[in-house]
């Protein structure tokens, strides 16, 4: 119940998380190729598991790349005001 309301939340919030369109749009390589076969092999076989490893990674990634761009954002107000 406690999950469903955070991602209830992390829904209607302003947290931005990566959309991955730029992830393998250069070229194609055997790494990315062998990665992604490994990976659909693995939902396959486990795919309760997988998924929620990659859901819960994916939340994890979208609220750190968050906490750090404020984190820095802060970091250089501070810097900039003591400049001036």
Do not use: C, P
């Not at 309301?5 to 209607?12: N, Q």
């Not at 062998?34 to 994890?60: E, F, K, M, N």
């Amino acid at each position: 119940m406690v999950l469903m309301v955070f991602l209830g939340l992390l829904m209607v919030s302003t947290v931005r998380f990566s959309i991955f369109k730029s992830v393998g749009a250069e070229r194609r390589n055997a790494r990315m190729v062998i990665a992604l076969i490994a990976l659909v092999g693995l939902i396959y076989l486990y795919s309760q598991w997988v998924l929620l490893i990659l859901v819960a990674a994916y939340i994890i990634h979208g609220l750190l790349a968050r906490g750090l761009t404020s984190l820095t954002h802060r970091s250089a107000d501070k810097t900039e005001m003591r400049e001036v």
